[in-house]
């Protein structure tokens, strides 16, 4: 790790001005992706801007109509919200599923999602909820935020706030676990709203997608028989040493179904 | 005479006291005055040729004190790593040796190969300065597999080997062998990979070295199995430092799995580098570095065939292996795949003939050598599945196929044709043993559960016997080992009757300090608490050549108990003398010396006391003092072995492989502490689910990259993989160690692969699977089953 500079500001403003006045500085939120990078050399920011003093991003409220998860909140405490668990035990159960109990405590939603790791849980469930994301200075929707591997809409100075969710009717995750990583080899996240079904995979590509045969088919009959002969083209799907791209198809198949299953039950 | 708790019983283990309070000392927490530390600038290829180095821009970087490179290395004229075995070929051939550098001169053979040592006054300093360095690397293509290296136009590693081809080495009665298959009924063959695995002990590799001008003394602290190989090694061969000037200490180490158990390069370097600066060094690997410079395991790529007379009796047995070596030829590397391996294609079988041809492959990898079991698990894999392949090809049940085939428990001592010799044991009875532990009758219920839910289930068996207790010296020696394989122990009795024992063993997780202390306990009638293990350091422990092959009770045990003994013998004399009787009357029991048949007697305690108040001794046939050394060397192996049975199920919709059920019935011979014991094999076992399982180390032809190159992509077992295991042990006892012992530190490695391949195999072998390549990874397992059009039910 190399030497840097580390501030600790309270207000949101303050936060931003230093990560524009600051050529090369970096928000800092639960640090478990950030920190490690640091220590094997591959980032070396001059400073540091911890988000964790700032208490309007932490907490999770309702306003009836969506759930709002503060940017600052980690994932053990999404996972254990009686809220969420009551308005969106899909999203709960996501939160659940995310590395072990110390990467839970300290990993946070806003990095996550600020972060856009092509394997990992968050953006399944902003993207197929249909998220909106609250930042510094606007608003972002979901489909607009993810732009493909580590890269989002976010402009340079621009914090995630808080992520607002619309409440669905039933959804539900499903999560092929990396064998050696546990991020997602293949996560689906599929989400039923009045209007219609969301359906969104990460870890397959290079960043988060939607399928919309499937949310077609799942529209017409909201059930797991529905999408079990639909494959998924293995164009831009990912090929490693864990995984062939047809074998992540094949799952985005079989998780998919998983995920309606878990949202019935 | 107080706590004795001895053979058989199963008390805490003693140092985890230490361990499990924060409180253990390993080389990364040792602080030296005036320390630096130091960083290794490793190679970023997997084969380059190194046109030049220049050290300027680390020099003049903040906190450097100097830049050590390969040309350093030559002008001080420092020797290169030696190995430990010299093997030949059919023709008496000595395998090609090229050099090993400990930095490299002319080429980089794979990516990690050390290039440089940068040394700072801080770990930051040495990193930063470490990325500086510029080195002009010509890069050549690399080549990473056996079967690739050996291929004719294959980029060659040294000028001086041929095809990349270290040895073609063989064993066995080739002609023989020959003949059996000419009048076999069936022949069953199979084609496998034995993948690549690395290490991973808990604590990475770590080094401090220090300088002491006023004594002319080096110290050496390293994280290493065996302290007193790593001194006669790099003193005597490498850097040409006096025994009597070399100290070096391996303090607690935190897990080795035979990673640790070799000289590296490293450890010479920072050495050689303290005398140049004149300050002490410290060097501490992270986990990154670790997957790029421990030493791997494993990595063959075998053609098997077993040739069955129509009755299923197994007429003649044929392997043929690549085994790779990586870069260099670590400390062991060679002996691994050809002398740990071909003597154990017997396995628990009477097969009469058997022929094996082992081609020694450099690659541009890191070097290879032993990983827990080493060669034994590669042997009992090709054997125990191929006898799977025969038994499902002749429509013979496995478990009978393996029965008519046993050695019988009578026909011990049994000579195998391929050198060794099994002095006791008895698979039917582990066989036996696990078949119920297992449940297996009722197997078949299980099974239909499983398909009722979707999911295939399968039994699998493993029926192993290894090789252990390195090694008979003699033995050894005729195989092509560069030195002896004794272990010493000295038993020190305090004048307070307490005991502190001096063995040449390395205690890194196996529980030594417990064990030994039993040991003694029991012997010497002497409270458990009242005896310390000594270990890990050149200054305390004459000598020993450390803990690996599972060696440290077998061959150390073996040295304390003699040594014992002969603190006994001379108990007696002092208590003839104090007792005023003869000394073939004095009896020595429960920690008593008596006068036979009187009630005249000495407490240990007063013998140990007179020892060192020899006020009215005869001094000129008794000497003061109550200390005692011996050196043990086995006459044979032991030979472990036993019966493994696993029970998968499998989800075809993704190809996951779930381990449910796993018992293991195994004959360690005499068992000291039975939970240490258990332990052992429940590790043991994990590791070899492991390599079943998840475990693959890949690196990419061509460019030599390690892609499974840490956690993230390298998958360890980890607990929710496992089922509760069912380990009882069936002993019979070894005739020629002093108390019977095996050995139980490999076992479990050694008998689980084969017994989940083989369960995974059973699952599948409905749909004509025949055989599943490890790991048995989802991806791999659902390419078999599209492959075999399976029609997958839809939920
Ligand atoms: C061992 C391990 C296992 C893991 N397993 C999983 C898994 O299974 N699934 C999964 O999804 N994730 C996994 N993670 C990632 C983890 O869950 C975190 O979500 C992730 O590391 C980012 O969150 P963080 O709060 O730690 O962000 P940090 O590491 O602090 O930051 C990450 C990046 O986001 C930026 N950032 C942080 N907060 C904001 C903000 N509010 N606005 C704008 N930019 C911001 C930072 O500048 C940085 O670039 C794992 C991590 C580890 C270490």
């Excluded at chain 1, 402009?155 to 969710?165: C, D, K, L, V, Y």
């Excluded at chain 2, 990259?705 to 390298?714: A, C, E, F, I, V």
Aim: charged share 20%; proline share 6%.
């Amino acid at each position: 790790m190399k030497p840097f500079a580390y501030h600790q500001p309270t207000q949101i403003p303050d936060a931003a001005k230093l990560l524009t006045s600051i050529e090369d500085s970096k928000l800092v939120a639960g640090g478990m992706t950030l920190i490690p990078t640091l220590k094997q050399r591959l980032a070396s920011p001059v400073a540091l801007i911890d988000l964790s003093r700032l208490g309007s991003l932490k907490g999770i409220t309702d306003d009836g109509a969506t759930i709002t998860i503060g940017a600052m909140t980690p994932h053990a405490v999404v996972a254990g919200s009686k809220l969420v668990q009551a308005r969106i035990p899909g999203l709960a159960a996501l939160a659940s599923m995310i590395g072990d109990p110390a990467v839970r405590s300290r990993g946070t939603i806003g990095g996550s999602v600020a972060n856009n790791d092509p394997a990992a849980d968050y953006p399944a469930g902003v993207l197929g909820l249909g998220a909106t994301i609250v930042t510094s200075t606007r608003e972002i929707a979901a489909d607009k935020f993810f732009l493909g591997l580590f890269e989002t809409a976010l402009e340079p100075g621009e914090i995630i706030t808080a992520i607002r969710f619309p409440l669905p009717l039933k959804a539900g995750y499903a999560k092929f676990k990396a064998p050696a990583s546990r991020y997602a080899l293949v996560g689906v996240f599929v989400a039923k709203f009045a209007d219609g079904v969301r359906v969104a995979v990460t870890g397959a590509g290079a960043g988060v997608f939607r399928v919309p045969p499937m949310e077609a088919a799942l529209s017409q009959h909201f059930d797991p028989s529905a999408i079990a002969a639909i494959k998924i083209d293995t164009d831009g799907l990912t090929s490693d040493i864990h995984a062939e791209a047809d074998y992540r198809a094949h799952l985005v198949t079989v998780m998919a179904k998983r995920a309606v299953d878990a949202a019935l039950s | 005479m107080g706590n004795v708790i001895g053979i058989g019983a199963s008390p805490k283990r003693k140092e985890d006291q230490r361990f499990l309070t924060g409180r253990g000392s390993y080389v990364s927490d040792i602080k030296r005055p005036g320390m630096t530390a130091g960083a290794f600038v490793r190679s970023p290829h997997g084969h380059a040729k190194l046109r030049g180095i220049d050290k300027s821009a680390a020099l003049a970087a903040p906190g450097v004190i100097a830049v050590l490179t390969g040309d350093d290395v030559a002008d001080d004229g420092l020797g290169s790593l030696p190995c430990g075995w010299g093997i030949t070929d059919a023709k008496g051939v000595p395998m090609k040796e090229p050099p090993f550098p400990m930095l490299a001169q002319d080429k980089v053979r794979f990516v990690g190969d050390m290039v440089a040592f940068v040394i700072a006054e801080t770990p930051e300093q040495a990193n930063a300065a470490a990325e500086l360095l510029n080195v002009d690397y010509e890069v050549l293509p690399s080549v990473v597999g056996v079967l690739e290296a050996v291929r004719p136009g294959a980029p060659q590693l040294f000028d001086d080997v041929p095809n990349n081809i270290c040895c073609d080495w063989e064993l066995g009665d080739k002609a023989a062998v020959e003949a059996a298959f000419r009048k076999a009924a069936h022949v069953a063959k199979l084609s496998l990979v034995n993948n690549r695995l690395i290490g991973n002990p808990m604590e990475p590799r770590a080094a401090i070295a220090e300088y002491e001008p006023g004594t002319d003394r080096f110290t050496l602290w390293t994280t290493s199995q065996f302290p007193h190989v790593v001194r006669f090694l790099m003193g005597a061969l490498v850097l040409n430092i006096p025994q009597h000037k070399l100290r070096v200490v391996a303090p607690d180490v935190g897990g080795g799995f035979g990673v640790k158990q070799f000289h590296y390069g490293e450890e010479a370097v920072i050495t050689w580098a303290a005398k140049r600066v004149m300050r002490p060094i410290k060097w501490v690997a992270s986990r990154s570095e670790g997957y790029v410079s421990d030493r791997h395991g494993r990595d063959h790529v075998t053609e098997a065939e077993l040739a069955l007379d129509e009755t299923g009796k197994f007429l003649a047995f044929r392997v043929k292996t690549l085994a790779n070596m990586g870069g260099y030829l670590s400390t062991f590397g060679p002996n691994i795949p050809t002398n740990l391996y071909g003597p154990l294609l017997g396995g628990v079988y009477t097969t009469p003939a058997i022929y094996c041809n082992v081609k020694v492959v450099f690659t541009n990898t890191v070097p290879v050598d032993a990983y827990r079991g080493a060669g034994r698990p590669e042997a009992t894999f090709v054997l125990e599945r191929i006898v799977d392949v025969a038994a499902s090809e002749m429509g013979i049940d496995r478990v009978e196929i393996r029965r008519r085939n046993m050695i019988p428990k009578e026909a011990y001592p049994y000579q195998t044709p391929v050198l060794v010799q099994y002095d006791s044991g008895d698979p039917v009875g582990c066989l036996d043993g696990a078949l119920v532990a297992a449940d297996a009758k009722n197997f078949g219920i299980r099974k239909s559960e499983s398909a009722r839910k979707g999911k295939f289930r399968g039994l699998g068996y493993s029926t192993y016997v290894e090789a252990c207790g390195l090694a008979p010296s003699r033995f050894a020696g005729r195989l092509g080992a560069r030195g002896g394989l004794y272990e010493s122990a000295t038993v020190r009795v305090h004048p307070t009757g307490q005991v502190t024992v001096m063995i040449g063993t390395h205690n890194h997780g196996q529980g030594h300090e417990t064990t030994f202390a039993q040991i003694v306990s029991e012997k010497l009638g002497v409270s458990f608490e009242n005896v310390d293990i000594v270990f890990g350091d050149t200054d305390r422990v004459q000598f020993g050549m450390g803990t690996y092959g599972s060696r440290s009770l077998v061959v150390g045990g073996a040295a304390l108990s003699k040594a014992t003994d002969k603190v006994v013998a001379k108990g007696k004399k002092i208590a003839a003398h104090l007792l005023e009787a003869a000394e073939v009357d004095i009896q020595f029991e429960a920690g008593k010396f008596s006068v036979a048949g009187t009630d005249r007697m000495k407490t240990f305690e007063e013998i140990a006391g007179a020892a060192y108040v020899p006020h009215d001794y005869p001094l000129e046939v008794l000497e003061p003092g109550l200390e005692e050394q011996a050196y043990y060397d086995p006459v044979n192996f032991t030979y472990p072995g036993g019966c493994h049975i696993a029970e998968v199920e499998v989800d075809p919709e993704t190809g996951t492989v779930t381990l449910v059920n796993y018992t293991a019935v195994d004959d360690v011979g005499t068992v000291i502490n039975p939970m240490i014991v258990e332990g052992q094999l429940h590790g043991g076992i994990v590791q070899g689910v492991g390599q079943a399982l998840f475990e693959n180390a890949v690196y990419d032809e061509g460019s030599g990259q390690l892609l499974s190159g840490s956690l993230m992509d390298y998958c360890m077992p980890r607990a929710d993989h496992l089922p509760m295991m069912k380990v009882e042990t069936h002993s019979t006892l070894c005739t020629h160690t002093p108390m019977g012992v095996k050995g139980c530190g490999e076992v479990g490695t050694i008998g689980s692969p084969a017994a989940v391949i083989n369960a995974v195999v059973d699952a599948l072998s409905h749909l004509g699977v025949t055989h599943v390549d490890m790991p048995a990874t989802p991806n791999r397992i659902w390419r078999l089953l599209q492959n075999a059009s399976l029609p997958v039910a839809a939920e």
